[in-house]
């Protein structure tokens, strides 16, 4: 006999999240159902209901806990000292905290811009665009020399996660080569501008 393991509330939130990303990435939004994904997770509509309500809260969700992310950074930043190699640290932490699962919701992101557009521009806002700026300002006062161009560079370095998930799908290259193609642009942009 088999037992079989119950998932708590938690655990089944976060796995319809990664389950509607996933269909939703695969057949479009707009063609993936709720009854969809609860079949994928193995439980009836109504227990999906239960957690989310629509696939506009499941994607909410998702936007909201990678812009809890981008302001738990921020938050460490402000936390450091003031130090020359902050810079590259806090960038290179940024990149680094990417998983497949998270650049998943950058292609979904880009391939749906109404979509994003439109939950983002709600009640709460752009929380992971709003924590990316306020963390370009606090690294910019640790560039040696502030200048526009230089701000620009290190808007491109804390960004580089995003120009490489647009790059990769000409290259075929796997989702951990696009994390360490990233981490190379950025430290790249970072030593130039620590010339």
């Known amino acids: 006999m088999t037992t079989r393991h119950r998932r708590d509330g938690a655990e089944t939130r976060a796995l319809a999240r990664r389950t509607a990303l996933r269909l939703f990435t695969e057949q479009g939004y707009e063609a993936t159902s709720l009854r969809q994904i609860a079949d994928e997770l193995g439980i009836n509509k109504a227990s999906l209901y239960y957690h989310f309500d629509s696939k506009e809260a499941i994607l909410r969700s998702l936007l909201g806990e990678r812009g809890r992310e981008a302001e738990q950074l921020l938050t460490w930043v402000r936390e450091q000292p003031r130090t020359p190699d902050g810079l590259t640290v806090a960038v290179l932490r940024w990149v680094d905290s990417f998983t497949a699962e998270k650049l998943q919701g950058i292609r979904f992101m880009n391939a749906n811009p109404l979509i994003t557009r439109t939950l983002t521009g709600e009640a709460g806002g752009d ?18 020399d502030p200048s526009p161009p230089n701000v620009m560079l290190l808007r491109m370095a804390v960004l580089s996660i995003n120009a490489a998930v647009q790059a990769a799908p000409a290259t075929g290259i796997d989702d951990e080569a696009v994390v360490a193609a990233a981490r190379r642009a950025a430290r790249a942009i970072l030593a130039e501008l620590a010339s």
């Open 127 to 144: 929380r992971i665009g709003a924590s990316l700026n306020q963390l370009a300002g606090e690294l910019t006062a640790l560039l040696p």
